[in-house]
C-alpha cells in the first residue's frame, strides 16, 4: 500500500512539475514577442463601427497602444488625458486604444460609454481578448509606446498623464 502510495505521489509531483515547467516555457516565449527593440506583434481587431484594423498598418508615424476597460477606475482617469492629447499631438502620433471587450456587458455598452465620455479618439474592440494576451495585459491600464517603425520603446502599467505622453513622444 505504502508503494502504490509512493508511486501515486512521484506521478503527481512529476505531473504537476510538467505543467509547470509547460507553463513557464508558453509565458517565457509570449512575453520574448513583446520586449524593447522589437517589432510589437501584429493583430487584427475592429474598431467601434466593425471596421477591422491591424497594428501593421500604422507604420509612419509613433503609437501609443492603449489597454482598457470603462469599468476600470483608473483607466476612466486617464481617459481625458488621452483625448487632450490626442487632440494636440494627433497629427504626430497614432492613438491605439484597445477596449478589453470581453470583460465588459457588451460591444454597444462599450460605444454608449466613449459616446457619453465625447471621446474622438480610436477606439478598437478586442472581443476575444486574444490582443490582451499576446500583450499579457495583466493590469489594466497597461500602455506601450512604439516607434515610427512599431518597434516597442516601453511600457508603461498604470493611468497616464497628459504630461507623460508628451515627455515619453518628446513632442511639442
Not at 494636440?88 to 459616446?115: C, M, P, R, W
Not at 479618439?121 to 478586442?126: E, K, S, T, V
Request: charged share 25%.
Amino acid at each position: 500500500m505504502k508503494a502504490i502510495r509512493a508511486v501515486n505521489l512521484s506521478i503527481s509531483v512529476l505531473l504537476f512539475s510538467l505543467l509547470f515547467a509547460i507553463c513557464f516555457v508558453y509565458e517565457a516565449s509570449a512575453s520574448s514577442l513583446v520586449q524593447k527593440g522589437r517589432v510589437a506583434p501584429n493583430f487584427e481587431v475592429v474598431d467601434l463601427n466593425g471596421n477591422p484594423f491591424k497594428l501593421s498598418d500604422l507604420k509612419g508615424k509613433p503609437v501609443l497602444l492603449n489597454f482598457w476597460a470603462t469599468w476600470c477606475p483608473p483607466c476612466k482617469s486617464e481617459l481625458p488625458e488621452f483625448e487632450r492629447f490626442f487632440e494636440e499631438y494627433g497629427k504626430q502620433v497614432h492613438i491605439v486604444a484597445i477596449n478589453l471587450t470581453l470583460s465588459e456587458k457588451s460591444k454597444d455598452a462599450v460605444k454608449e460609454f466613449v459616446k457619453k465620455q465625447g471621446l474622438t479618439f480610436p477606439i478598437y474592440l478586442d472581443v476575444e481578448g486574444s490582443v490582451a494576451e499576446t500583450y499579457l495585459v495583466r493590469y489594466i491600464p497597461t500602455s506601450y509606446f512604439l516607434d515610427e517603425n512599431l518597434v516597442v520603446e516601453d511600457m508603461h502599467v498604470g493611468p497616464l498623464k497628459f504630461e507623460d505622453m508628451v515627455k515619453k513622444f518628446e513632442v511639442d
